[in-house]
C-alpha cells in the first residue's frame, strides 16, 4: 500500500474514531444533565447506593400534604443544672377532614377537635398542654386545649384565648422554638438530634443531613437521614425510640436505640 493510501486510511480512521467519540460525549452529557440539574435524582441514588443515611427510613407523607407534625417543646433542667429544652414529638395533625385530627405518637390513640383548622399552635413550659387555634378571624379566634397525655380536650372563648392558668408563652408559636443545629434532647434525656455542619458532599446528594448522638457522650453519633430542601423541625417520642421530623418535603420516622449505636 503507498503512503498517500495508508495516510488518507489514517486519516479516515481518525474521523470514524472522533465521530464516535462525539456520539457517545454527547449520549452521555444527555443521560448526566438531569442527574446534574435535579437535586432529587442525585439523593434518590445516594440513597439506592447507600451512599447517604436514610435508605431504610419510613417518610409518612410526602410533599404537599394535609399532616403537620407537632413538636412541643419542654422546659427542663439538666443533671448539671442548667436550662434546656426538650423536644416532644407529640401528634401527627390530620387537616384532610371536616375537623383536625390529632394521633397520638406516643399511644397511637386520636382524637378530634371541634375545629376545621388549625394555623397556629403553642404549649404550656412542661410540655403538658398545646393549644391549637384558628385566627384567619382575629375578632373571632377559635381555640382548643388539649392535655397531651389524656387527650382531653377544653374549648377556649375567643374573649379570652390564652389559658391563664397555666404556664406557658402562648402568644408565641411552638415550631419557633425548634431545636439548633446539635441541641435537640429527648424528652427522656436520652439522645440529641443533631444536624451535620454544610460540607461539599452534602450539596452533591442532600442539602442537610440529620444524625442522634447519645446524651452525654457526643462521640456516640448515628447518621439518621440525608435529605434536600429546609432543615427539617424535628422532636423524639417521650420514650426516646423514635424521632420524627418535617420539612416542605414530608415527614419522616426513625427508630433510635442504644445498640444501633457503634
Same mark, same amino acid.
Given at each position: 500500500?503507498?503512503?498517500?493510501?495508508?495516510?488518507? $486510511?489514517?486519516?479516515?480512521?481518525?474521523?470514524?474514531?472522533?465521530?464516535? %467519540?462525539?456520539?457517545?460525549?454527547?449520549?452521555?452529557?444527555?443521560?448526566?444533565?438531569?442527574?446534574?440539574?435535579?437535586?432529587?435524582?442525585?439523593?434518590?441514588?445516594?440513597?439506592?447506593?447507600? $451512599?447517604?443515611?436514610?435508605?431504610?427510613?419510613?417518610?409518612?407523607?410526602?410533599?404537599?400534604?394535609?399532616?403537620? $407534625?407537632?413538636?412541643?417543646?419542654?422546659?427542663?433542667?439538666?443533671?448539671?443544672?442548667?436550662?434546656?429544652?426538650?423536644?416532644?414529638?407529640?401528634?401527627?395533625?390530620?387537616?384532610?377532614?371536616?375537623?383536625?385530627?390529632?394521633?397520638?405518637?406516643?399511644?397511637?390513640?386520636?382524637?378530634?377537635?371541634?375545629?376545621?383548622? %388549625?394555623?397556629?399552635?403553642?404549649?404550656?413550659?412542661?410540655?403538658?398542654?398545646?393549644?391549637?387555634?384558628?385566627?384567619?378571624?382575629?375578632?373571632?379566634?377559635?381555640?382548643?386545649?388539649?392535655?397531651?397525655?389524656?387527650?382531653?380536650?377544653?374549648?377556649?372563648?375567643?374573649?379570652?384565648?390564652?389559658?391563664?392558668?397555666?404556664?406557658?408563652?402562648?402568644?408565641?408559636?411552638?415550631?419557633?422554638?425548634?431545636?439548633?443545629?446539635?441541641?435537640?434532647?429527648?424528652?427522656?434525656?436520652?439522645?440529641?438530634?443533631?444536624?451535620?455542619?454544610?460540607?461539599?458532599?452534602?450539596?452533591?446528594?442532600?442539602?442537610?443531613?440529620?444524625?442522634?448522638?447519645?446524651?452525654?457522650?457526643?462521640?456516640?453519633?448515628?447518621?439518621?437521614?440525608?435529605?434536600?430542601?429546609?432543615?427539617?423541625?424535628?422532636?423524639?417520642?417521650?420514650?426516646?425510640?423514635? $424521632?420524627? %421530623?418535617?420539612?416542605?418535603?414530608?415527614?419522616?420516622?426513625?427508630?433510635?436505640?442504644?445498640?444501633?449505636?457503634?
Amino acid at each position: 500500500m503507498s503512503g498517500v493510501s495508508r495516510g488518507h $486510511l489514517d486519516r479516515s480512521t481518525q474521523r470514524r474514531f472522533r465521530r464516535i %467519540f462525539l456520539i457517545v460525549a454527547a449520549v452521555a452529557l444527555l443521560l448526566l444533565t438531569p442527574l446534574i440539574l435535579n437535586g432529587d435524582l442525585r439523593l434518590d441514588l445516594a440513597h439506592r447506593g447507600n $451512599l447517604v443515611p436514610g435508605s431504610d427510613i419510613e417518610q409518612l407523607a410526602g410533599a404537599g400534604n394535609d399532616m403537620s $407534625l407537632i413538636v412541643v417543646p419542654i422546659k427542663a433542667i439538666s443533671a448539671t443544672g442548667r436550662e434546656e429544652r426538650r423536644f416532644h414529638a407529640a401528634f401527627l395533625a390530620d387537616s384532610a377532614g371536616d375537623r383536625v385530627s390529632l394521633r397520638s405518637l406516643d399511644t397511637d390513640r386520636s382524637v378530634q377537635l371541634p375545629l376545621q383548622e %388549625f394555623d397556629f399552635y403553642s404549649a404550656s413550659d412542661d410540655g403538658a398542654h398545646v393549644l391549637f387555634q384558628d385566627t384567619r378571624i382575629p375578632e373571632e379566634i377559635e381555640g382548643v386545649l388539649v392535655h397531651v397525655e389524656t387527650l382531653e380536650t377544653t374549648a377556649m372563648p375567643s374573649s379570652a384565648p390564652w389559658p391563664s392558668s397555666i404556664p406557658g408563652d402562648w402568644e408565641t408559636g411552638a415550631w419557633e422554638v425548634s431545636p439548633g443545629s446539635c441541641d435537640g434532647v429527648s424528652p427522656n434525656a436520652m439522645f440529641i438530634a443533631c444536624f451535620q455542619n454544610p460540607k461539599l458532599a452534602t450539596y452533591i446528594a442532600g442539602d442537610w443531613e440529620i444524625r442522634a448522638l447519645v446524651y452525654g457522650d457526643s462521640d456516640q453519633v448515628l447518621p439518621i437521614y440525608r435529605g434536600t430542601g429546609l432543615r427539617p423541625w424535628a422532636g423524639w417520642t417521650k420514650d426516646g425510640s423514635r $424521632l420524627y %421530623f418535617e420539612n416542605e418535603e414530608g415527614i419522616w420516622m426513625a427508630s433510635v436505640s442504644l445498640d444501633m449505636f457503634s
